[in-house]
């Protein structure tokens, strides 16, 4: 069997481009390491990466768990209040844990569960899962769960930072597009998603035009090619149809809403 130092070295790699973490591939690496099935859950019980070994034939974890990519919200509650690496854990009951119910028996017998929670910047963000029959869970396979859970955790702080970081430019890109229309655009920015009412669908210009005095067909143009460029919407011509819209970035709408109520109109 590989030393303590290689098994950590095949961790160290990933760690060597955790900005580029993809957790089925860490959970491949820990599931080979430790020799065990491998969860990595966030804290709302979504499976963000798993590993199976071999011999894992539970069909009711499979069809209540691994393919809805979700544990059931009794168990992630269970998972959540363990603050700490808690090790070669068994079912007292004998019961599955993975139907919320008192009656389906576990198949497998010396099940030995252990978990490890994901910390990033004194906040719980994910737990390690790791699961193996017959044998119980070393310390330095302890080690390498714990030095794991660390490397999710970069990696899942990473992939935060990175989500905040693009929301922040798309919400700026709303303001800033909205704060350079002219005063006829912010009418019509207004009468244009008051029409289309969703996320997507299809305005007539003529109509809009129609019923707003101060907007015309050349403004409603203008403004629906200053989003196009800024990378908010997808406007496309239907022809007599009118002019179908898909919305690419959702504060938009929430953006027009403070504007025309800044401006006094009902939106």
Known sequence: MATLLERTRKINKVLQRF??????????????????NTYIVDVDGKIR???LQDDFECDLMMDNVVSEGQFPRHYVNWLNKINETSANLRSKSGLCA???DSETKCKFHGKNTTIVPIYGVDERIGTLVVARYNEDFTNDDLLLAEYGAAV?????????????????????????TLKEL???????IIAIFRALGDNEGTINASQISDDNDLVS????VSVLKKLKVAGIVIPKSQGMKGT???IKNEY??????????????KF
């Open 182 to 188: 002219s005063v006829s655009e912010e009418e019509a």
């Open 252 to 265: 938009l709408l929430d953006g027009i809403r403070e504007l025309a109520r800044e401006k006094g109109i």
């Open 217 to 220: 067909r050349s403004v409603i």
């Open 49 to 51: 990466g798993y590993a």
């Open 98 to 100: 993975f139907v919320d």
């Open 19 to 36: 900005h580029t973490v993809e957790y089925n591939e860490v959970a491949i690496v820990l599931s080979n390491v430790i020799n065990a």
């Open 152 to 176: 999710v955790g970069i990696g899942m702080l990473h992939e935060r930072s990175g989500k905040i970081q693009e929301e922040s430019l798309k919400y700026k890109a709303v303001k800033t």
């Open 244 to 246: 179908h819209i898909q």
